[in-house]
């Protein structure tokens, strides 16, 4: 048995030695699927395999076998092969390639490609730290987690190929398993939709079901959606803004009180003043009659002096002239007539 595999690895070096010396001037064909590589579970998917117009057959090979897996006649353009699979399943999840033969020998095989089966195993899910709407140039962080003993976390978006990043799964004090995939710098190229899915290491090509699609927004300016820390941010000084302004009408109502009060305080003292003006202005004359016993009819006064003002309606000082005001009162001398 050992000498049997023996003879047939010296067989295959030895075929496919004389594959690159006869192959020197063929192209190199190129592979490729219908959709995608990424094939969900009894759905169908075409293999094709383009090479030149001087190919005859194109030959599909499955990784780890000898034997080609299948043979197709070109098509009428001659330059390409397909290969049909109905209904995918996990046996024809597998790595492939291709090549060609022509009257000139055979062509060098194609780039390997990965034929993956989705929809194995329940799906993971998927989250984004700090926000899935961010400014461009911060870090972002995706975690794909499961409670699945998942081996690996492939993180896909969509319509981008070439974008497949695999981790290896992390655990940590009895939680589930996952895996953290870290952009440092996001640009407006990452917006798009990400999903993650699933697999065990001895199976690779064998995906769970994709986790809920998760659509990153990344803008050039400041407009987005505010994180928890802008939030709490924001309430502070919303807070803050409320006390300021309440303090503020509690100052102006105060100033409005002493101003009151202070004009009250003047309009008082004007009133009194006022008063004791014209107090001032009526100057009395004190006068009394003489009693009757007087047989003299003697005339009596008292004179008081008082100051007149020429305007007594305005607040400065006015120019002012002193009057004597006197109040005579005579009494005639009775007779007896008797």
């Known amino acids: 048995m050992i000498s049997m595999l023996t003879m047939l690895l010296y067989l295959g070096l030895i075929l496919e030695h004389r594959t690159k010396i006869q192959a020197g001037h063929l192209p190199r064909p190129i592979i490729w699927a219908e959709p995608g590589s990424m094939i969900a579970i009894y759905t169908s998917v075409t293999i094709w395999c383009q090479g030149s117009w001087e190919a005859q057959k194109y030959h599909l090979y499955k990784e780890g076998n ?42 060098e095989h194609s780039d390997a490609m990965e034929l993956v089966m989705t929809g194995a195993y329940t799906n993971p899910s998927l989250s984004v730290w700090p926000s899935s709407d961010v400014i461009s140039g911060v870090s972002i962080a995706f975690k794909c987690s499961s ?20 981790l290896d799964s992390q655990r940590h004090d009895n939680q589930s398993f996952h895996a953290t995939f870290v952009l440092d710098t996001v640009t407006p190229n990452h917006n798009g939709t990400f999903r993650c899915y699933g697999s065990f290491r001895n199976e690779p090509h064998l995906w769970s079901k994709s986790s809920d699609p998760l659509i990153l927004m990344v803008s050039e300016t400041k407009n987005q959606s505010p994180t928890h820390t802008e939030d709490g941010l924001t309430t ?16 102006l109502l105060l100033l409005l009180l002493i101003l009151i009060r202070y004009r009250y305080s003047c309009k008082k003292k004007a009133n009194d003043s006022v008063k004791n003006t014209h107090s001032e ?23 008081k002096p008082s100051r007149l003002r020429k305007d007594t309606t305005s607040w400065r000082p006015k120019e002012t002239q002193v009057v004597t005001y006197a109040q005579f009162c005579s009494r005639t001398q009775e007779y007896d007539n008797h």
């Not at 003993?149 to 695999?166: A, E, H, V």
């Not at 000084?237 to 100052?251: D, E, N, P, Y």
């Not at 100057?283 to 009596?300: A, F, N, R």
């Open 66 to 107: 000898v034997d080609p897996w299948d043979i197709q006649l070109p098509l009428e353009t001659r330059n390409k092969a397909k290969f049909n699979i109905r209904y995918m399943t996990t046996t024809y999840a597998d790595t492939y390639k291709c090549y060609y033969e022509s009257a000139a020998g055979f062509s």
């Open 236 to 251: 502070y000084q919303k807070i803050l803004t409320g006390v300021l302004v309440s303090f503020l009408l509690l100052l």
């Open 147 to 166: 409670s699945m003993g998942f081996g690996r976390f492939i993180l896909i978006q969509d319509g981008k190929d070439s974008f497949p990043w695999t």
């Open 281 to 303: 202005d009526n100057g009395e004359l004190d006068s009394w009659s003489p009693s009757d016993k007087d047989p003299h009819g003697i005339v009596y006064a008292q004179v």
